[in-house]
């Protein structure tokens, strides 16, 4: 390892400690609703404020809903509907410039009033080139580019805002950060470069009482195009940039008190978790917890760097801390479910006495860059399932030419998720008897034994998210503390 004579390259990969390094920086990353209109901007801004004088990176959503519409946009214009996608584009535009009304008292600064003429002309630019492109539809790359717009807007607007209370705050694009491959729509990060990055562009920046504003989501390719880590992914840049800069905790500041023992759109009585460990969170985003983005954790349990997760309208309630090696305490720690999936089953009698047969069918998948989740096997058949958008109808053909196919469509995940499932006796039990009336079609223990996930109808998955809920963590009072 090179020697540590570079005072920045030895915080970024330390963390700076007490005496005459700077303090480390603390990383605060707002969700869409968190920044949604100008009240949530507005308690957004102290508590980031209140943060201070540690130095703070701010990492920005799009405001709420906006992501979608700027998708929706960009669909509209690729099928030839200018006048409808130039409407919406209008309205789009409009509400940022409302929000900043109310946010600096009716006068959107003039700097501020430049970024929204720039930032619109660029979408107008865009999805003109959309309009051109004879119906075909958008690529990923050009969804990208229009897609990144809601973050880059909402970050110039809160950093104008941060300034105007006084405080010492930067916008810094997170374009100049976050290098990634080019697999538009879900790139994978470059971190050795974005670490080497985050030092020459934040790090200097972030002295004590001194604050960065970035946008979450959004990323560069090597060639310099802008690309996306794909959606919910503010989340990931948190956690990216935490990591980078060797951050003293990364905030994921929501709509929620934290991670909850299940959805809360679901389940009414799900309750917050205290204490969280790192495999456990992110089993639970994988399997549905939209709370969290699923490759949220891993780069900053590399750092040792804690995420909690915290709702931005009740600051001092309770919140979530997740830990490489936290604990709630319980067995089963939360429920999670997904929605639509698939479901192919290849039935072949060749499976006993063909070694090969599941290296056949499994290359099918890796060709077209399918994942699959989960897998069961019976014996003369294996059931996997697979993402809504997978391609099943040519997956299927191909699979066809050797062995025997059936995909069942409009199915669901549910997951059971606690890091002592494997050491609890009598979970699959309770399970079971739970779902003693639902025709569950697939069930499968993961490898590392902190999920138990069944396979149901997507009707039932509600039904059976609270059903499980009841009897796996209601009854004992889960997640209070
Ligand atoms: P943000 O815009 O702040 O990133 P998201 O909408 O992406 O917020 O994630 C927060 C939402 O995640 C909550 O409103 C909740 O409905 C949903 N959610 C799903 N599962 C869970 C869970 N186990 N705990 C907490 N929230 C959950
Ligand atoms: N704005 C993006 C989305 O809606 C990213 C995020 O909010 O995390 O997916
Ligand atoms: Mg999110």
């Known amino acids: 390892m090179q020697a540590a004579n570079d005072n920045a390259g030895e915080r970024g990969r330390n963390g700076a400690s007490a005496g005459a390094s700077p303090a480390r920086p603390l990383v605060q990353k707002f969700g869409g609703t968190s920044v949604g209109d100008a009240a949530a901007m507005r308690a957004a801004a102290e508590l980031v404020r209140a943060a201070s004088p540690q130095p703070v990176l701010v990492v920005l959503s799009a405001m709420a809903r906006v992501t979608d519409e700027l998708l929706a946009l960009a669909r509209l214009a690729a099928s030839g ?8 584009r209008l309205r789009l535009m409009e509400r940022h410039r409302v929000t900043a ?3 600096f008292a009716t006068r959107v600064p003039e700097d501020l ?10 979408l107008a630019r865009l999805l003109a080139a959309l309009h051109g492109g004879s119906g075909k539809p958008a690529s990923a790359r050009q969804l ?7 973050e880059r807007l909402s970050t110039r607007v809160f950093a104008r805002y941060l300034r105007h209370l006084g405080a010492a705050a930067e916008l810094v694009d997170a374009g100049a950060v976050l290098v990634t491959d080019d697999a538009f729509g879900a790139a994978a990060p470059r971190f050795e470069r974005i670490a080497t990055l985050a030092r020459e562009h934040f790090a200097p920046r972030l002295a004590p009482g001194r604050i960065v504003v970035t946008q979450g989501y959004v990323g560069r390719s090597e060639a ?8 919910g992914g503010s989340d990931y840049s948190a956690a990216i940039f935490g990591a ?8 994921i500041w929501t709509d929620v008190e934290g991670v909850l023992t299940a959805d809360p759109r679901r389940v009414e009585r799900a309750r917050p978790i205290a204490q969280l460990s790192a495999a456990e969170a992110g089993e639970l985003a994988a399997f549905g917890a939209k709370v969290l983005h699923p490759a949220t954790i891993h780069p900053a349990v590399e750092a ?13 309630g309770r919140f979530t801390t997740i830990t490489k090696n936290g604990s709630s305490g319980r067995d089963v720690v939360a429920i999670a479910s997904r929605g639509p999936i698939h479901v192919i ?17 499994f290359e099918v998948f890796a060709r077209r860059r399918v994942s699959v989740d989960l897998v069961a096997t019976a014996e003369l058949s294996v059931s996997l399932t697979v993402e809504h958008e997978a391609p099943v109808r040519s997956l299927a053909e191909e699979i066809a030419a050797f062995a025997e196919v059936s995909v069942a469509e409009e199915r669901a995940i549910v997951a059971v998720v606690g890091e002592r499932l494997k050491r609890t006796r009598g979970v699959c039990t309770r399970v079971f008897d739970a779902l003693a009336e639902m025709p569950i079609e697939l069930i499968s223990m993961g490898a590392n034994e902190i999920n138990l996930s069944v396979v149901v109808e997507r009707k039932l998955e509600q039904d059976v998210v609270r059903r499980l809920h009841a009897a796996l963590i209601e009854s004992e009072g889960g997640g209070e503390r």
């Open 81 to 88: 509907a200018a006048q409808p996608a130039e409407e919406l």
């Open 101 to 103: 009304e109310e946010l």
């Open 113 to 122: 009033a430049r970024d929204f003429e720039e930032q619109g002309a660029e």
């Open 144 to 150: 990208d580019a229009i897609a990144g717009l809601g």
């Open 224 to 231: 310099g195009e802008p690309t996306t880590l794909g959606r």
């Open 244 to 251: 980078a800069l060797g951050a003293s905790e990364i905030q």
């Open 304 to 316: 040792g760097i804690p995420v909690t997760v915290r709702h931005t309208r009740r600051p001092s």
């Open 345 to 361: 089953t290849a039935s072949s009698p060749r499976m006993l006495q063909q070694a090969g047969f599941l290296a056949r069918l």
